[in-house]
């Protein structure tokens, strides 16, 4: 039996990758093949062997470095037939880009950065400790393969390593169509009751955690240009979420902003909204898209998430992430509710190929050809 060891770091309930990590494990148990996780902690459970690897942590170098080096030792000592690294560990041989470049994200963020602020970016040692593994993975010989979930993210790794293409699989993460679906929208009157939200509103859902790289002020800034009965839903957290309340105050939107923090109960969320809405300034292709549109969702993104490139031309609009006057203009066409029915049901359509068993299929086609003698 074919024996596949995954590595990423740890788990958050409200984190995409971690998500997709669950999701591949549940659709690769049923492929035959004996799985083992490697990681510092993971909550639930599955038919997959959970391997502990949690060294001490002094500081946030440390805890990259740290664990790269433990997890690699264990991968040397057993007899693995594939590793595949959602961590930027140089020296695997397959590594999911899930997470994006990292110099392309500080790129981005230096743009509009405070000349203090883009030196102390430039001088951090922690970014130039992840820009290091980042550069020594991509070009480390024994890199046989990476998975992209974007095309954007395959570019990027082009552009900056100049990885050869043959090497790039670009695998769009899998959805359950089944739990994300439109038949949600049954609960939208209940739901919008218990949670306070006007059933007349035109209400837009906003899912992300880290709400400076998902662009939430930009966000802010724009509903303030909306008319009134345009109300967000904020599921997620930060650790300055504070401070976004505090603006939506000094923006006069706070009775129009509902925070929600982390919630368990995304499908029904989504069957309570209208739209959706990420602006992020950089995200590879974020799974809240996916479950957005599966649930038949028009989408609002930006050009620099990778799931833009399944909404142009009939599933929702694109704006440059920065641009307020653009962001508001596309928002105001998804007021149209006869535009959003049609966006939505594109948008379910488009998704509706990516499976869970679809991504388990790509995935086994790439294990098997890198496993061939």
Known sequence: MTHIALIRQQ???????????????SALAGQGVELSLITRHWQGDGPFKVITCNPAIFGRISRERGFAEAASTICNEQAFDLVQSHERIPGCSLYRAGDGVHRHWLNLRRETMTPWARWWQEHSRY????????QAMFTDP???????????????IIKYFQVSPEKLHVIYSGVDTELFHPRQKA????????????????????????FERKNLATTLKALAQLPLDVHLAIVGRDSHGSRYEQLARRLDVHHRC???GVRQD?????????????PTLYDPFPNVILEAMASGLPILTSETCGGAELIRNGAGLVSPARDLTSLVANWRQLCDPSLRQ???????????PLTLSAMSDRLMQLYNQLLLP
């Open 11 to 25: 788990y958050r309930p409200d984190g995409g990758a971690e998500r997709f990590v669950s999701r591949a494990l």
């Open 127 to 134: 970014h130039k400790y992840v820009l290091q593994a980042e």
């Open 142 to 156: 024994r890199l046989r393969a990476v998975i992209c979930n974007s095309l954007m993210v395959k570019r990027e």
């Open 187 to 210: 609960q939208r009157s209940i739901l919008r009751e218990q949670l306070a939200i006007p059933q007349a509103a035109h209400l837009f859902l906003f899912v992300g955690s880290g």
């Open 258 to 260: 509902h925070f929600f």
């Open 266 to 278: 995304l499908p029904a969320l989504y069957g309570m909204a209208d739209a959706f809405v990420l």
């Open 342 to 352: 049609i966006w939505g049901q594109e948008a379910r359509r488009r998704v509706e």
